[in-house]
């Protein structure tokens, strides 16, 4: 079986360990064995972005753009086979992976033109014969973690903007989708960057992750992940007088009105809440819907989620693929088994399915009568489970929603142009969605949440500047 590297200035290194990457669909399919950097192997790759940052970051943008710009049409041109290799290692559907990958390509390419779009202001000083410049510059080196449930993405739209704005990068991707982000390196490491300025450090969070967060020499985090490494990231960063941005849970809220087209919006309410086997940060977890149509709702949303299909991720039938791995849906499994103690009414599935494959495979639970105080509407259950919350009007429906301590996306749906308006403006949410799924974003728009699912500066778009680079102020006598 193949053994895969670390990518360490411009060398491909094995670490002392390696771990085997398993298919969730079919779990006698191993993808390959990937090296598990230890401390040692960690130091190195941070001391190699160190050495590489400074001229790097010195680097003319259209070396910059030129580099990025041949990732991104490498990515895209692959995308159906670097689409596969996720499906098999994560577990989302074939089209849903290719997405993925084509979303990373497209990400390169953007923050190639963004490289030589940085720009700063000139400000007429108080003073007199005083010219004042503000001007970006690259922070050093960046320690960028990634989760699993997006496997090249997520890298990407850290690595791509990291790069663009001329600083050395060191990646830690999670422990179960190293696949991806090796491809991603490997295409990477043929692009022409000096030594040491792409650094890919696979291996376990407690060694690798936290071998970032203490090191002195790593200038900035940027993170995404469980609210719980998060607070350690915060905490490490603090301390030490690091730059951090955090990526966090959601408990995401799609509020369904009387007057909303109920065939759309249980299309939306599908969408958002099953598919990528619910798996995703901006998932919406929790369904409220005015009572005037709730029983209506409740029983259409339930006939479609007992016809979704569940099956191996490389199927073309499948649209629903297995959870990630077993402590995944043990965890998926507890939340369902609470949400039945706490009285909800299960509507449709959240039983185990035995298919052709030994994977992990669950029937996405759709539970009803859900009151919004209970364990399993407040906290992220991070898999296939939907609760649908009676509401009693507009405004109280609006409460519900706000009534978490997350803030990632909420959605609407509603004719109403009022009430979509309000809510806009109302939602305590970074991204707010108005009839359409609370998951699925632009790959060029600013990317974020409030409360507890984000901390510090957006991801995405021209906004990820404000991460990527310090800002100065320089004062000039004439
Ligand atoms: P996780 O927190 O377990 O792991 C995330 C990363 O942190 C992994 O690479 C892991 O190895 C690393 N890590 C673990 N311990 C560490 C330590 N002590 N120091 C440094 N790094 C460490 O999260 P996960 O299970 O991989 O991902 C699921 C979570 O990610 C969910 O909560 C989900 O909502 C969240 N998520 C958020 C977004 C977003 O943009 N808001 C997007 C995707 C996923």
Not at 113 to 137: F, H, M, N, W, Y
Not at 402 to 409: A, E, I, K, R
Request: hydrophobic letters at 40%; charged letters at 20%.
């Amino acid at each position: 079986m193949q053994t895969y590297a670390n990518y360490i200035a411009g060398q491909w290194l094995v670490g002392p360990s390696q771990r085997p990457n398993v298919n969730p669909s079919d779990t006698g399919d191993v993808l390959g064995l990937y090296t598990q950097a230890d401390s040692e192997q960690a130091e190195q790759a941070i001391a190699a972005a160190h050495v590489a940052a400074p001229a790097w970051g010195l680097s003319s943008p259209q070396v910059r753009a030129d580099a990025l710009d041949r990732i991104g049409s490498e990515i895209l041109a692959r995308k159906e086979e670097l689409g596969e290799l996720l499906a098999r290692e994560e577990g989302k559907t074939r089209p849903e992976a290719v997405g993925e990958a084509a979303r990373a390509g497209a990400i390169f390419k953007f923050f190639a033109q963004e490289a030589l779009r940085l720009r700063g202001d000139k400000l007429a000083s108080v003073r007199p014969g005083i010219e004042v410049e503000v001007t970006r510059e690259p922070l050093g080196v960046v320690g960028l973690i990634t989760p699993w449930n997006f496997p090249i993405a997520i890298p990407a739209w850290k690595i791509a903007p990291a790069l663009a704005f001329g600083n050395a990068v060191v990646l830690k991707p999670a422990e179960l989708v190293p696949g991806s982000a090796w491809a991603l390196a490997e295409i990477i490491s043929r692009a022409g960057l000096p030594d040491g300025v792409f650094n890919l450090a696979m291996g376990p969070g407690s060694v690798v992750g936290q071998a970032l967060l203490n090191d002195r020499r790593v200038n900035g985090l940027s993170f995404t992940g469980s609210q719980a490494t998060g607070q350690r990231v915060a905490m490490a960063a603090v301390q030490r007088g690091a730059k951090f941005q955090l990526e966090m849970g959601g408990k995401n809220p799609l509020l369904v009105l009387a007057d909303a087209d109920i065939e759309a919006a249980v299309n939306c309410a599908v969408q958002g809440g099953f598919y990528s086997t619910g798996q995703r940060c901006t998932a919406s977890s929790r369904v409220i819907v005015e009572r005037a149509v709730y029983a209506r709702f409740a029983e259409r949303m339930a006939e479609v989620t007992q016809a979704l299909r569940v099956g191996h991720a490389l199927r073309p039938e499948t649209q629903i693929g297995p959870v990630v791995d077993a402590s995944q849906l043990q965890q998926d499994l507890d939340y369902i088994r609470l949400a039945k103690e706490e009285g909800a009414r299960l509507l449709a599935g959240g039983q185990t399915l035995t298919l052709d494959w030994p994977g992990h495979y669950l029937a996405p639970a759709l539970f009803g009568d859900c009151d919004n105080a209970m364990r399993h509407c407040q906290e992220e259950i991070f898999g296939p489970v939907v609760s649908l919350i009676p509401c009693e009007n507009y405004e109280h429906g609006l409460a519900l929603a706000n009534d978490t301590p997350f803030g990632l996306s909420s959605g609407i749906c509603t004719g109403s142009l009022k009430h979509a308006h309000h809510f806009k403006r109302h939602s305590q949410a970074g991204m707010v969605m108005v009839n359409c799924p609370t998951a699925g974003v632009d790959y060029h728009a600013p990317f974020g949440g409030r409360k507890a699912s984000s901390m510090g500066a957006r991801e995405q778009g021209s906004y990820a500047a404000e991460f990527f680079t310090s800002v100065k102020t320089s004062y000039l006598q004439a």
